[in-house]
């Protein structure tokens, strides 16, 4: 016999064959926080609503604004509950002032719904605070006239849903990728004080 065969018993079972090593996987994590696209968080649907809402007040109080100086041309003592309850004369400094204030009314509620929004969108937690402050600056649109006073509603949610969890989650992942913690160095040798051993 020129080669080497293998010889079994009659009566034993054939050799089970030999298993194949199993190929190793390896379980890669993905944060679902983050956006892959841009490597931002993700914003939740409660910041889409409050940048929606705050836009949406700022378009309605400029909209009563616009619609009380056009109602100025022909009714100026009806256009605006300001015009209503302060007498003046056609052509008088007072009107210019009482119209010059309802711009400039009109003009900070817009500012500060808009700094909220924009600066919410980009993780920043202090826009709680400054949706805050627009609320409190809307409500000053009551005189001006019924539509520019409706838009303190939807500035009022949409200041109330940057503080919803979502939205707060939303905050501390910027604020962790802008403030990331400082990494600590491991000491993996020995610390020798003096002069070091192969000197000695």
């Known amino acids: 016999m020129t080669h080497s065969e293998a010889v ?10 030999e298993e194949a090593p199993a190929i190793g996987t ?17 914003r939740p649907w409660s910041l889409w609503a409050a940048t929606a809402l705050l836009y949406a007040g700022v378009a309605v109080v400029l909209g009563g604004l616009l619609w009380a100086f056009w109602q100025s041309i022909d009714t100026f003592e009806q256009a605006a509950w300001l015009h209503r309850v ?6 008088s400094l ?11 009314i009109a003009l900070v509620i817009a500012a500060a719904a808009i700094v909220a929004a924009y600066y ?17 600056l809307s409500c000053a649109a009551l005189v001006i006239n019924p539509l520019a006073a409706w838009g303190i509603a939807p500035i009022v949610l949409g200041a109330a849903c940057l ?3 979502p939205s707060r989650a939303y905050f501390a992942r910027w604020y962790v990728r802008r403030h990331p913690a400082p990494a600590v ?10 002069p070091l051993p192969r000197y000695q």
């Open 163 to 165: 503080w919803l969890p």
């Open 86 to 91: 302060t007498p003046t004369e056609p052509g």
């Open 26 to 42: 390896v379980v890669v994590t993905r944060d679902v926080t983050i956006d892959p696209r841009t490597g931002e968080p993700r």
């Open 8 to 17: 079994t018993s009659p009566g034993a079972a054939p050799a089970a064959p």
């Open 120 to 136: 919410g969108w980009w993780g920043h937690r202090w826009t709680r605070w400054a949706g805050l402050v627009a609320v409190a």
């Open 185 to 194: 160095a491991t000491i993996v040798d020995d610390v020798f004080y003096g």
């Open 94 to 104: 007072l009107r210019v002032a009482m119209v010059t204030g309802e711009f400039a």
